[in-house]
């Protein structure tokens, strides 16, 4: 993977981007509320550079970003989860996958994607239409991955996932993504939170946190002070006592690279192989999707993968 640009313009302002974008675990209301608070600035805007994205669709990818990064924290080893959209509207549909070690990548089925007419909200029901959300796990310790799916109701990545979460892991959720732009559509704040009920969750105190949460600022705003998330966490569940546990680090990252691309390039029919390395056209270029990186191999590279395939 080549990153297109890293997030910061001073090698001091890009170490404390690194240090501040985290996962952080945390507990509360006496052990039975689970959360996991996300700032995700820096990670959303080297996506969207490596994508080369506009404002709707660093709105729609990002968010699958942070979910997929919230959704990852109770991994472990070499555990990663997917999330997957298929939709009829104008998004067509999406990839986002996290891995246990806060590793996030993933892209758009379509860019740009149509509008009509300039944005007017941030509502993306219209963009998503019909369609599907699915959540793939993919444990090292289990034969098989698992794949729960359910169907978009409200055109929302974060109350879709949920639901996700209540319909197929009978697990009651909430969860809040949000990007603050500032007036020339540049990302000032990117972040994300999920809550769960444990075993034994007061009614109550689920009813409590589900106003409070319909109440919160932009999670995009919320990361932006330099109190989160420690102070933040105290002030906004007064009374509820949480509780950091731990925190790991979470950054925009693919592992495709060069090696991995040639010897694609080597699996090519024999005689497909030996018309590009005749005829090109040159650079052969091959783009991995999942973070937009581009490589390319001039009639010398190709000729060198020919000659090594044909023996």
Same mark, same amino acid.
Request: hydrophobic residues 40%.
């Given at each position: 993977?080549?990153?297109?640009?890293?997030?910061?313009?001073?090698?001091?302002?890009?170490?404390?981007?690194?240090?501040?974008?985290? %996962?952080?675990?945390?507990?509360?209301?006496?052990?039975?509320?689970?959360?996991?608070?996300?700032?995700?600035?820096?990670?959303?805007?080297?996506?969207?550079?490596?994508?080369?994205?506009?404002?709707?669709?660093?709105?729609?990818?990002?968010?699958?970003?942070?979910?997929?990064?919230?959704?990852?924290?109770?991994?472990?080893?070499?555990?990663?989860?997917? %999330?997957?959209?298929? #939709?009829?509207?104008?998004?067509?549909?999406?990839? +986002?996958? +996290?891995?246990?070690?806060?590793?996030?990548?993933?892209?758009?089925?379509? !860019?740009?994607? @149509?509008?009509?007419? @300039?944005?007017?909200?941030?509502?993306?029901?219209?963009?998503?239409?019909?369609?599907? %959300?699915? !959540?793939?796990?993919?444990?090292?310790?289990?034969?098989?991955?698992?794949?729960?799916?359910?169907?978009?109701?409200?055109?929302?990545?974060?109350? &879709?996932?949920?639901?996700?979460?209540?319909?197929?892991?009978?697990?009651?959720?909430? %969860?809040?993504?949000?990007?603050?732009?500032?007036?020339?559509?540049?990302?000032?704040?990117?972040?994300?939170?999920?809550?769960?009920?444990?075993?034994?969750?007061?009614?109550?105190?689920?009813?409590?946190?589900?106003?409070?949460?319909?109440?919160?600022?932009?999670?995009?705003?919320? !990361?932006?002070?330099?109190?989160?998330?420690?102070?933040?966490?105290?002030?906004?569940?007064?009374?509820?006592?949480?509780?950091?546990?731990?925190?790991?680090? !979470?950054?925009?990252? #693919?592992?495709?690279?060069?090696?991995?691309?040639?010897?694609?390039?080597?699996?090519?029919?024999?005689?497909?192989?030996? &018309?590009?390395?005749?005829?090109?056209?040159?650079?052969?270029?091959?783009? #991995?999707?999942?973070?937009?990186? #581009?490589?390319?191999?001039?009639?010398?590279?190709?000729?060198?993968?020919?000659?090594?395939?044909?023996?």
């Amino acid at each position: 993977m080549k990153k297109k640009k890293i997030y910061g313009e001073t090698l001091k302002e890009q170490l404390k981007a690194s240090t501040r974008d985290r %996962i952080h675990h945390f507990i509360m209301a006496r052990d039975s509320i689970r959360g996991v608070a996300l700032h995700a600035t820096r990670m959303v805007n080297e996506m969207r550079w490596n994508h080369e994205l506009g404002v709707l669709e660093t709105l729609v990818l990002g968010h699958a970003y942070m979910a997929a990064a919230l959704m990852s924290a109770q991994l472990k080893g070499n555990d990663r989860i997917r %999330i997957e959209v298929e #939709c009829s509207g104008p998004i067509k549909g999406l990839s +986002a996958e +996290a891995n246990a070690f806060g590793e996030v990548r993933g892209y758009l089925d379509r !860019v740009p994607i @149509p509008i009509a007419k @300039p944005l007017e909200s941030f509502d993306l029901s219209p963009f998503f239409g019909a369609g599907f %959300i699915s !959540v793939t796990k993919y444990l090292q310790d289990a034969k098989h991955p698992f794949t729960g799916k359910v169907m978009m109701e409200y055109g929302s990545l974060a109350k &879709d996932l949920a639901l996700y979460y209540l319909k197929s892991e009978q697990v009651p959720t909430s %969860i809040s993504l949000g990007i603050l732009f500032d007036k020339e559509g540049q990302v000032q704040g990117a972040g994300g939170l999920l809550l769960q009920a444990l075993p034994g969750a007061d009614d109550d105190v689920l009813s409590h946190l589900e106003a409070l949460v319909r109440g919160l600022p932009s999670m995009g705003q919320s !990361v932006k002070r330099e109190d989160f998330p420690g102070a933040w966490l105290d002030a906004t569940f007064q009374g509820l006592e949480p509780r950091l546990l731990d925190q790991r680090g !979470v950054e925009f990252m #693919c592992h495709c690279g060069e090696q991995q691309i040639r010897a694609m390039l080597s699996m090519l029919e024999l005689n497909e192989l030996a &018309d590009m390395a005749a005829n090109g056209p040159f650079p052969v270029e091959i783009r #991995c999707h999942k973070c937009n990186t #581009c490589y390319a191999f001039d009639q010398a590279a190709v000729q060198a993968i020919y000659a090594q395939r044909a023996g």
